[in-house]
């Protein structure tokens, strides 16, 4: 059995050892330089977290949460899907769920002005303080993530930046073979033309393209070098196989955005973890029937309540977000029952709380008395919203 003895490793030209070896107890230091946890800046990139549901044809977020699905110019809807990862490079990795586009049949072609995107947005001051040198060429940023077509071809993408001039850095994804899970890895350096503001505002878009029309894209001689944003430097100029193709399909999963020049293994989070990440943006108060939400319900009048809810801190002031249907929402007091269709937006509202008033409740309940709420309906669903 051969042994090596040594009292620390270090670089050739270091003046640091990288790796030093206590002679007694046989124990050693690293110095390690890139900070193993808390790296990935990007939320829910393993598409654990769908608080809106797990299908939908809107174009807006719909699904998984932090992960926004658009599409233009199109003669039949996308649908956008959180669904079981169950095989593949993507599976022996260790995901489990994935967003999954399935293309319309679009019968007019590709048009010049017709997408098909995914975006993953971020703080600007997450940027600014994530310990990027992001105006230094020699600093950098990693995007890494698996994606999955039933068409094979390249995609394309994009990171633009909102602060100052807007940038944007171009980039093209190897030739994914039909139906195949490929990792994906794009390192990113900085440009002095780069800013990012110290606020909650958008400072980063991750752009993702299953298709993109010549209006939004420009030759492929300028990409993975950052170029002033402008409407036609979304993406490459892109083929719209997939656009024309009938219910193609395209999934991604594992989008992991992180300082340095090197893909690390996917930064795993538990999902209380994740979830909370994602209601500073977005959360449910409640959804289905018969379930009660929020705190005090005070009645200004017979058919009027005052309506008192707290939530996760939010990134900015709210807005409310619900599904009106007959009789959906009723408040209870008094031994009677009030019920209404709709909500009626906040009375007041701070990034921690907010007062919902309610009118019309079609029955008079005691003015000034005290009620409780719940929903009335399986479709009936409040949220509080701070989406960038």
């Keep these: 059995m051969s042994e090596i003895k040594v009292n620390s490793i270090k670089g050739v030209s270091a003046s640091v050892a990288a790796l030093s070896i206590n002679n007694t107890d046989g124990t050693c230091t690293a110095n390690i330089t890139n900070n193993l946890s808390n790296r990935r800046l990007t939320i829910n990139g393993d ?30 809807a996308v649908t956008q899907e959180q669904v079981a990862v169950t095989s593949g490079g993507a599976y022996d990795s260790g995901f489990r769920h994935c967003l999954k586009l399935t293309n319309g049949n679009q019968t007019s072609g590709a048009g010049a002005s017709d997408y098909a995107q995914i975006t993953a947005k971020l703080e600007a001051q997450d940027i600014r303080n994530s310990g990027w040198n992001y105006t230094s060429t020699s600093s950098f940023i990693t995007l890494s993530f698996w994606i999955k077509s039933s068409v094979a071809q390249v995609f394309s993408g ?3 930046t ?4 807007a940038q944007s850095f171009k980039f093209d994804t190897p030739s994914v073979s039909a139906n195949t899970w490929t990792k994906v890895t794009k390192t990113i350096l900085g440009n002095s033309n780069l800013q990012f503001d110290n606020n909650s505002d958008l400072g980063l878009t991750v752009y993702l393209f299953p298709f993109i029309g010549t209006t939004y894209t420009s030759s492929n001689g300028n990409t993975e070098t950052w170029i002033t944003g402008a409407t ?8 719209s196989t997939w656009w024309t193709t009938n219910d193609a399909t395209f999934e991604i999963t594992g989008v992991q955005l992180e300082v340095g020049s090197v893909a690390t293994d996917f930064e795993h989070r538990s999902y209380s973890q994740e979830l ?25 009048g017979a058919s009027e309540v005052h ?16 599904v009106s249907g007959t009789n959906y929402y009723k408040y209870y007091g008094n031994g009677a029952d009030g ?14 709380s907010g007062g919902i008033i309610v009118d019309n409740l079609g029955t008079n309940l005691l003015a000034g008395g005290a009620a409780f709420s719940l929903t009335n309906n399986a479709s009936a669903f409040v949220a509080i919203s701070a989406e960038l």
């Excluded at 909102?162 to 001039?165: A, E, Q, V």
């Excluded at 019920?339 to 921690?352: G, I, P």
Aim: net charge neutral.
């Design 307 to 322: 309506h008192q809810c707290q939530w996760v801190e939010k990134r900015a002031t709210p807005t409310l977000d619900y």
């Design 339 to 352: 019920q209404t269709n709709n909500l009626n937006q906040f009375l007041y509202v701070s990034t921690k």
């Design 162 to 165: 909102t602060d100052g001039t």
């Design 158 to 160: 994009s990171l633009r």
């Design 232 to 239: 036609d430097t979304y993406a490459n100029d892109l083929t």
């Design 47 to 76: 598409m654990r977290i769908a608080q809106r549901g797990v299908s939908s044809t809107v174009s807006n977020y719909g699904t998984v949460d932090r992960f926004r699905v658009d599409y233009g110019g199109h003669d039949e």
């Design 276 to 300: 909370a990440l994602c209601q500073r943006y977005y959360e449910v108060l409640v959804s289905g029937t018969g379930k009660t939400w929020g705190g005090l319900a005070a009645m200004y």
